[in-house]
């Protein structure tokens, strides 16, 4: 078994590329690298039209947001397994590493 660390270049510029990363049980210290941030980002963006629809506008006045109707909160527990959420054996942190 290698003990070398693997050094991952956190100032590069390189394209995101999925396979290297999602479901890799990746792990890097300190500070995210900059295409992962990045790409991380647009996958969490709301696209325009959609906000649209679903975020008060920012130009609204205070007073009219403050009337605004919220949704019905549920006092409703949804119970699932943590491993309901991950698609690929291995992605949990504290599960077994094959590498």
């Not at 980002?41 to 609204?60: E, T």
């Not at 605004?68 to 992605?91: C, E, N, R, Y």
Request: charged letters at 20%; glycine letters at 4%.
């Amino acid at each position: 078994m290698d003990s070398k660390k693997t050094v991952i270049d956190l100032t590069s510029a390189t394209k995101f590329n999925e396979a290297e990363w999602i479901g890799c049980g990746r792990v890097y210290d300190n500070k995210i690298p900059v295409t992962v941030e990045e790409a991380k980002d647009r996958a969490f963006a709301i696209p325009i039209p959609a906000s649209q629809h679903v975020l008060p506008s920012p130009a609204m006045p205070i007073t009219q947001f403050l009337d605004l109707q919220l949704p019905v909160l549920s006092s409703q527990f949804i119970m699932t397994k943590v491993h309901a959420w991950f698609s690929k054996p291995g992605a949990l942190p504290w599960s077994k590493r094959t590498s």
